[in-house]
């Protein structure tokens, strides 16, 4: 040992020096919240010289990938990170991870804004997505085919609407992948027979539909009072994930985020304030 | 008039003249806009782009998209990953010196600083359906490739919460928490010494069924040859029939797991026979029993920690063995590993690690303490620092030998 006790303040000097470097808060995900958080990282850095924060999209699932490696200080989900990720992250990480939600969501189904359709039930757009159900005219609607559009697997949104609507089942394969849900709305408003889900500050340019939780409940659309007191069925917290208690300048970051100031920049992009 | 050529004309008025110029003119300029009408439709035809030509255009990229998709959705079932361990071990008991036998050949090198690929592994795993996944690890270090796993698994998930698969082939023996965490997460460069005397390889063949409710039961059973990967005596083909069954219950909730493994079934052993005979195997218990447990924390500042424990006790038989257990030796190991995350990337590690090999004999104890730093520059390269003190029980007045050891590594995974 006598020989080798040198490596010990060289091994700290390495690992102190990278720590205590200037560094940027970085934060990676969700899609849906991409926008928000470079409205976020913007105005903060506006008022706070010095500071840098960085924003990139990717998906819910490539965010909580990047902070169970490492590469992300803040990842933005749009779900809860599922027992699996959990455990990678406590076995890489000592930690099952500290959620922080920083807004409110009500995913939202889009139609064309000629489609007739104004509300339906889980029930009926679980049948839409697995086929059960082909036709519009099925559900009141004109005489057309049924024309899906969802997200890729990495997206949070796809897994909460495959876990809240269809229950677990499978997406039909005839379902048409979309990059973001600009792209999925894009998409629905060229296609009166398109039908497509997301984010609810998305929602512009195409018809938003009526939700409601069993074929007799009342359908709610989604708004702040809808989504903040649960009513609406889709209903959804926006988080981050950190890989523990926030300290230092990430503190004060999610502080503001988490201020008056920090959410009026949420109701301005269109989601919900979290209190 | 004029004549003209002899016919008879009249010589043309300046004023006539002027008429005659203007309506050359008159006509210049009715023709030119005339011609640049008709001639419209000519260029406008060039520039605007037959429909059906263009149909044809996206149709065909449709179908050269449609086969791309297929492709690079096939690509996205198979992943290949992997890691390097590249090591510098230095032992405070190395010696420039070698050993000679009595041939004067040389029979072994006592030097014990020196650099190695400890690990070189890559995996390919491929998953066509949701149903199935295969899966194969081979290992590349120390001059030889080996292969560590080759499985396939039939998955059958029943709801949202629970699932049931089937799994055959070679893979790691559903017994403790030590055995089944990857080499790649590990704080502390090799596993405990009851791990590796009691599971050494960690691995054999067989076929396993696991059973998980939500993320909180995990029951793994399975039968194996029994010998596992590691074994010199038997490297392939187990020397006996009957299987030795393994099992694994572990409970997860969340800040604590807590599991119990158990591994029953026969050693064989060949007894002194005579040439060109056919001898009945020696079938003798080979048996072991563990307990888990891991405690998760937190704490302000320094961030998460966990607390590891893990016992395991053996039982096995040996022809040359004399002890107090007629044959048998029970064997006993603990470990308990405190983990501790600090700065951003940085984590601490100490290890009690405690080994009886045969419980009924004294003087044969080691009790090893060891320390690790930990530094993670992303989610691929890893170093570490670590050093070992390996307490020897012996019997004065002999003394327990210098043989702490310093171990570097850099880790990264693809």
Known sequence: MKKYWLLIPIFTLVTAGAALAGKAITIKGSDTMVILNQRWAENYMNNHPGAVVQVTGGGSGVGISALINGTTEICASSRTMKDSEQKKLRERWNTLGVGIPVAKDGVTLFLNASNPVSELSLEQLKNIYTRKVKNWRELGGSDSPIILYGRESSSGTYVFFKDTVLLGADFAPETQTMPGTAAIVNAVSKDPNGIGYGGVAYASGVKHLKIRKTAGAAAYDPTQENVKSGVYPLSRDLFFYLRKTPSGDTKKFIDWILSPAGQEIVTKVGYFPVK | ?414
């Open chain 2, 1 to 414: 008039m004029k004549e003209e050529n002899g016919k008879k004309g009249h010589q043309p008025t300046r004023a006539f003249a002027e008429r005659r110029k203007k309506m050359g003119f008159k006509k210049i300029a009715f023709a030119l806009p005339l011609a640049a009408l008709l001639s419209l439709p000519v260029v406008a035809q060039a520039e605007e782009p037959d429909p059906a030509a263009l149909q044809g255009k996206v149709d065909s990229l449709d179908e050269r998209m449609a086969t791309v998709e297929s492709d690079v959705s096939g690509l996205k079932k198979v992943k290949i990953s992997g890691y390097v361990q590249a090591r510098y071990e230095a032992s405070e008991n190395s010696k420039d010196q070698y050993k000679v036998d009595a041939n004067k050949s040389v029979s072994s090198y006592l030097n014990k600083d020196y650099f190695y690929i400890r690990r070189g592994r890559v995996k390919v795993t491929w998953e066509p359906t949701s149903l199935t996944t295969f899966l194969i690890q081979i290992d590349a270090s120390k001059n030889t490739i080996t292969l560590k796993d080759a499985e396939g698994s039939i998955n059958f998930p029943i709801a949202n919460k629970y699932s049931i698969s089937l799994k055959m082939g070679q893979f790691k023996w559903p017994f403790s928490y030590d055995v089944n965490r990857s080499s790649s997460d590990r704080e502390m460069p090799e596993r405990a010494l009851s791990t590796q005397n009691l599971m050494p390889g960690e691995r054999d063949r067989g076929v396993q069924f696991q059973a998980t409710y939500k993320g909180l039961v995990d029951f793994r059973t399975g039968l194996f040859s029994g010998s596992g990967i590691q074994n010199s005596t038997f490297p392939v083909t187990p020397p006996t029939s009957k299987p030795t069954w393994v099992s694994r219950l572990a409970l997860d909730f969340g800040w604590v797991s807590l599991a119990g493994s158990s591994f029953v079934g026969p050693a064989g052993f060949t007894l002194p026979a005579d040439a060109n005979s056919t001898n009945k195997i020696l079938r003798r218990d080979r048996n072991r029993f563990g307990a888990d447990a891991q405690f998760y924390y937190e704490l302000p500042y320094l961030g998460g920690g966990r607390l590891m424990a893990e016992m395991i006790s053996g039982k096995d038989f040996s022809q040359s063995l004399k002890s107090g257990n007629g044959g048998y030796a029970k064997s006993l190991g603990f470990q308990a590993t405190l983990v501790q995350n600090f700065l951003d990337k940085e984590q601490f590690a100490f290890r009690y690690d405690f080994w009886d090999p045969d419980t009924g004999v004294d003087y044969n104890r080691v009790v090893t303490y060891g320390l690790a730093l930990i530094h993670n520059f992303d989610g691929s390269a890893k170093l570490t620092l670590a050093y070992e003190i390996p307490k020897n029980e012996v019997k004065a007045p002999a003394k327990d030998p210098v043989d702490n050891k310093t171990t570097i590594q850099f880790q990264y995974k693809f």
